[in-house]
């Protein structure tokens, strides 16, 4: 009835043996399938659930909304209350406009990138994923990542050829690009943390050098924070790494687990969207009511209690210093990458920089070591090109039992 019997490619376990399970509730930091087995969730959803499954207030705030209405086709106070937040939260954010999914964000922001400084060309980079529409897809981290399919058949050959693709961590490659053909390009578009080639940090000095390359030749630089926002810091990773972009992206986190995706930035750029602009952009359901208020509710309980982001960060810390630890007994070579609460071991490599030195990462044994969690009980993105989250409702316990069938698995007497 569904091709490959999932709506999403990464949900069909293609990278991996076994068979995906049938999920039927989520609590906290775990789910249960329908024969009843539970899994510690290192999936959350792909993101959103950084509260985990759940979370009262959250809940909470949807079913009130629910009794009101679901739609209305007019602008309602919680989209206002959470582009405030979002404003309040983002140093670099004047004005938000909400989408429905990440993909339409990054779609949204290039049209506007193109429109506000007149350029065509887009520099992405390998491994990034910035969703599904047609200019963005070439090298694609995530599920073409998975795949292991250089993009897809029906886009066509002039939707791509605007788009510059370079590698992460190289600000070299990005200074030749500038030098090549600055005055054609549009914008930088960067997860400033790779998520969709697994999670691979940026190297110091590669996200200030986007910043000056951007502004010395007058293009935008957009931050696709649809994965790190909210989530390596409550001001995303452009807070952490103290880099101000024009353009950001977000999506997971802000929608607490319901379909919602933005952008938003520097005042000037934004009042260009229409109708205060020209750059046509709209939906039948962006600001969703329930997911609007998911998204406030889930934004409050963050920014209530900063001490959520140190446990996040404790928890990712013991999660890879188990990693290391194991991978070390066992002798097997493994880097692990990981920003706050996102996390990937790559095993048999020892250095996680950019997607062409990822992509020599063990995957076979990646997908024993997913075959052997899952009957652990574990349950972690199918792929070696998906990065893993913790959210707050993990605890010491569900890390250490990762830890130990992570370490079970690399043991010589499994393999
Ligand atoms: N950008 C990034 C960084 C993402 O991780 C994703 C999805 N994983 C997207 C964009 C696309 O978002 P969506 O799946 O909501 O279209």
């Known amino acids: 009835m569904l091709p490959g019997g999932v709506n999403s490619p990464v949900r069909a376990y293609r990278a991996v043996p076994g ?4 999920i039927v509730r989520g609590e906290g930091a775990h789910v249960v399938d329908a024969d009843g087995n539970d899994f510690i969730d290192f999936v959350l959803a792909y993101g959103p659930h950084i509260l985990g499954h759940q979370p009262p207030r959250v809940v909470a705030a949807v079913r009130a909304q629910l009794e009101r209405g679901i739609a209305y086709g007019h602008t309602v106070e919680l989209e206002v209350e959470l582009a405030e937040r979002i404003v309040d939260a983002v140093e670099s954010v004047d004005m938000v406009r ?20 007149g350029r065509d060309r887009i520099v992405k980079f390998a491994g990034g994923y910035h969703g599904h529409a047609d200019a963005l897809l070439a090298e694609a981290g995530s599920g073409i990542a998975t795949l292991g399919i250089p993009g897809s058949p029906g886009v066509p050959a002039a939707a791509v050829a605007g788009t510059i693709v370079l590698p992460y961590n190289d600000r070299d490659a990005v200074a030749e690009a500038f030098e090549r053909e600055g005055e054609q390009i549009a914008a ?6 790779a998520g969709n080639m697994g999670c691979v940090p940026p190297v110091p000095g590669f996200l200030d050098g ?3 390359l951007t502004s010395k030749w007058g293009a935008l630089l957009v931050f696709d924070e649809v994965m790190t926002g909210f989530r390596v810091a409550f001001g995303g990773a452009q807070a952490r790494y103290e880099v101000r972009p024009d353009l950001s992206l977000f999506g997971k986190v802000i929608g607490g687990g319901l379909p919602v995706g933005a952008y938003g930035g520097r005042r000037d750029l934004m009042e260009q969207v229409a109708p205060s602009g020209p750059v046509y952009q709209a939906g039948t359901l ?7 208020a998911a998204g406030c509710a889930a934004l409050d309980v ?7 982001y140190d446990r996040l960060e404790r928890l990712g810390e013991r999660l890879q210093a188990g990693f290391e630890a194991a991978a070390g007994a066992a002798g097997v070579v493994c880097a692990v990458g990981r920003v706050g609460s996102m996390v ?3 095993l048999g490599i020892d250095t996680a920089r950019t997607f062409d030195n990822v992509k020599g990462a063990d995957r076979v044994r990646f997908g024993r070591l997913h075959e052997a969690w899952l009957d652990a009980g574990v349950l972690w993105p199918p792929s070696q090109f998906e990065t893993a989250f913790l959210s707050t409702a993990h605890t010491d316990e569900d890390v250490d039992r990762t830890v130990e069938s992570f370490a079970r698995a690399l043991s010589p007497v499994s393999v």
Not at 19 to 22: D, L, R
Not at 286 to 292: D, N, V, Y
Not at 302 to 308: I, M, Q
């Open 19 to 22: 068979v995906p399970p049938h």
């Open 98 to 117: 909400f989408v429905t999914s990440g993909t339409e964000a990054a779609m949204s922001a290039v049209r506007l990138a193109r429109a506000a400084t």
């Open 188 to 193: 930088v578009i960067v997860e400033p943390v």
């Open 210 to 212: 986007l910043r000056d």
């Open 286 to 292: 962006s600001g969703s009511p329930p997911a609007m």
């Open 302 to 308: 963050l920014r209530e209690d900063p001490a959520l």
């Open 344 to 346: 990937t071991p790559f």
